[in-house]
């Protein structure tokens, strides 16, 4: 068939329009393709910057925790030492600060013995005079050899030194034989010595030693082992750590009488530690148990256990394991105020308990402050600085408090009202102190923008605020708790040095020793002299642990003034 010119011309407009229509259906296809793509694209490009958002943010905190971390590892403490308490006070009536602050002049420069005020005096050592001469016993004339005459001596100077014997001493008893007609024994033989240790290979004054030194300085068992084969005495492991074994179960009563006397008091410092038993009996690898520290005004208490709960702590402070109650005392409803950080058993326990008060440490929430601003210094550094002025004015104001306290126990008659002012000046200087640190952190917690690091230091200020402000009301308490932590830091440097324990009962034997020496060193007693006493007293009680009056007589705070010197001063040699 053939067409005309105008039916060629309409054939292919129609033609035309169909493949106009057919291609715009496919870019509609291709153009619905596209934007379902791009809506994925989209989903895709938010879940990554979401998931970059978040990685941003886990850096950050990591390199947070890496900063503090580095911080606590190997930078410098935060914190000034303050002075221990006197021989035989109580460290929770000792004004640290105000007594740092009397020993250094207006200078600021330390003074008193061994801070270039001249040398210590060691007159109370024994003394051993040493005379030099020369090789051939006096001196001649270099020209015509006639010999000098003595002309005397001449004190070149005094020298300490420090020497380890270890010695075999061979115990020899006199015997005598009757020279009369009595009837009476022919022979008799004195006493030997006071062996604590009946069958011991050791002397009372080498398991005092070895008591002092392993568990007071905390030395290995390895490195006494070393140290004694230096001397020429090869003892093995194992009849050491039975020795000590021994002494502990002599220690036992003694322990038992600090335990009693350390759960009726009316205030303690609380602390807790890891420790680890490389033998349990329930199981083969090592478990970690805990190590508790409780100070009262003149005790230590150390308790070894395999758990870290709140039932430790029960039984110690006298808690009723049902109610949580304490337990009344005998003149009624009793009270107790514990010092500790932030663990949740003490403030679940003040909770429960009536009676019970808590005091949280300050230093504790001040290392919360220095930690975030080494999480990030450039920016939370003019923050951090500012916290720890707050803090600052607040110990100080608490060293006085506690000086007008003390003051206001048994003023003179002339100044009652002197001392009174004075108190309620102390009281309002605190007042304001604490006022500016709540309103402080009323203000920030609800400002916008503030680093992460700030704000969880200042949730744990608002979390604990009420053990933080309730020093005010117990002001011959100090503020923190450093004083548990001084006193464990002993076991930690044994921790460190031995690992731990080998099984259960090694391990609470080192908290009954610990106690024991801890309670000493509390008394201002020499460790050394205390235990070789104590050990005497056991060897002439037939090498049994003591009871009754010999065993009230080796408690601090039973002894006669005499023997508190006595056991003050280093051993005896010879």
């Known amino acids: 068939m053939v067409w005309d010119a105008e039916g060629a011309e309409a054939?292919?407009?129609?033609?035309?329009?169909?493949?106009?229509?057919?291609?715009?259906?496919q870019l509609s296809e291709l153009a619905d393709g596209l934007i379902e793509d791009n809506a994925l694209l989209r989903e895709q490009v938010a879940r990554l910057a979401e998931r970059d958002a978040?990685?941003?943010a886990e850096l950050e905190r990591l390199r947070a925790d890496?900063?503090?971390?580095?911080?606590?590892?190997?930078?410098?403490?935060?914190?000034?030492?303050?002075?221990?308490?006197?021989?035989?006070?109580?460290?929770?009536?000792a004004g640290g600060g105000g007594q740092d602050r009397e020993r250094r002049g207006a200078a600021g420069k330390k003074r008193g013995?061994?801070?270039?005020?001249?040398?210590?005096?060691?007159?109370?050592?024994?003394?051993?005079?040493?005379?030099?001469?020369?090789?051939d016993g006096g001196y001649c004339c270099p020209e015509c050899g006639e010999p000098f005459t003595p002309l005397g001596?001449?004190?070149?100077?005094?020298?300490?030194?420090?020497?380890?014997?270890?010695?075999?001493?061979?115990?020899?008893?006199?015997?005598?034989?009757?020279?009369?007609?009595?009837?009476?024994?022919?022979?008799?033989?004195a006493p030997g010595p006071p062996k604590a240790i009946g069958k011991g290979l050791f002397t009372n004054g080498f398991i005092a030693m070895l008591l002092t030194e392993r568990f007071a300085a905390g030395r290995s068992m390895n490195s006494l082992v070393t140290g004694l084969g230096r001397q020429g005495a090869e003892i093995s492991p194992a009849t050491l750590a039975g020795t000590c074994a021994q002494a502990g179960a002599l220690l036992v009563p003694l322990a038992d009488a600090i335990t009693e006397r350390s759960r009726g008091s009316w205030h303690l410092h609380a602390d807790e530690t890891t420790w680890r038993v490389f033998a349990p009996r329930d199981g083969d690898g090592p478990a970690k148990w805990w190590l508790w520290v409780f100070l009262g005004p003149?005790?230590?208490?150390?308790?070894?256990?395999?758990?870290?709960?709140?039932?430790?702590?029960?039984?110690?402070?006298?808690?009723?394991?049902e109610t949580g109650q304490l337990t009344d005392g005998e003149d009624g409803p009793r009270r107790l105020v514990i010092s500790s950080d932030f663990y949740k058993v003490y403030e679940s326990a003040g909770k429960k308990a009536d009676g019970l008060v808590n005091l949280?440490?300050?230093?504790?929430?001040?290392r919360h402050v220095v930690r975030a601003g080494d999480a990030n210094p450039v920016q939370l550094g003019h923050w951090t600085d500012a916290w720890l002025g707050r803090i600052r004015d607040l110990y100080a104001a608490h060293d006085e408090l506690m000086a007008a306290w003390a003051g206001t126990a048994a003023p003179a008659p002339q100044e009652k009202e002197a001392a009174a002012g004075r108190l309620e000046k102390a009281y309002a200087a605190w007042d304001d102190a604490i006022t500016v640190i709540d309103e402080a952190r009323n203000k920030q917690m609800q400002a916008p923008g503030l680093q992460e690091p700030a704000k969880k230091a200042l949730a744990t200020l608002d979390r604990e605020w009420d053990g933080l402000a309730a020093h005010r009301d117990y002001p011959m308490a100090s503020l923190d708790n450093n004083a548990a932590e001084r006193m464990i830091r002993g076991p930690v440097v044994t921790r460190k040095n031995a690992r731990g324990s080998h099984n259960g009962d090694t391990a609470r034997n080192a908290a009954v020793i610990w106690t024991v020496t801890g309670t000493a060193q509390m008394a201002g007693l020499n460790i050394l002299t205390y235990l070789t006493a104590y050990l005497d007293e056991c060897g002439r009680n037939g090498g049994k642990p003591l009871t009754g009056p010999a065993l009230e007589r080796f408690l601090p705070w039973n002894a006669s003034p005499e023997h508190l010197r006595t056991w003050a001063q280093p051993p005896p040699g010879g």
């Open 360 to 366: 949280y440490c300050w230093a504790h929430l001040r």
């Open 11 to 25: 054939l292919s407009a129609e033609r035309m329009l169909a493949e106009a229509l057919e291609a715009n259906r």
């Open 153 to 189: 001596d001449h004190l070149s100077g005094e020298q300490l030194d420090w020497q380890v014997i270890v010695r075999l001493v061979a115990h020899c008893r006199r015997r005598y034989r009757r020279a009369c007609d009595c009837r009476v024994p022919a022979t008799v033989m």
């Open 66 to 93: 890496f900063a503090v971390l580095q911080r606590m590892l190997f930078g410098r403490s935060s914190e000034k030492s303050r002075p221990g308490p006197p021989a035989g006070g109580d460290d929770n009536a």
């Open 298 to 321: 003149d005790t230590v208490c150390f308790v070894m256990d395999p758990t870290r709960s709140g039932a430790v702590l029960a039984r110690h402070a006298g808690l009723d394991g």
């Open 54 to 56: 978040e990685r941003d």
């Open 113 to 135: 013995p061994g801070a270039r005020a001249g040398r210590r005096d060691y007159s109370r050592l024994p003394r051993l005079e040493v005379f030099w001469d020369f090789p």
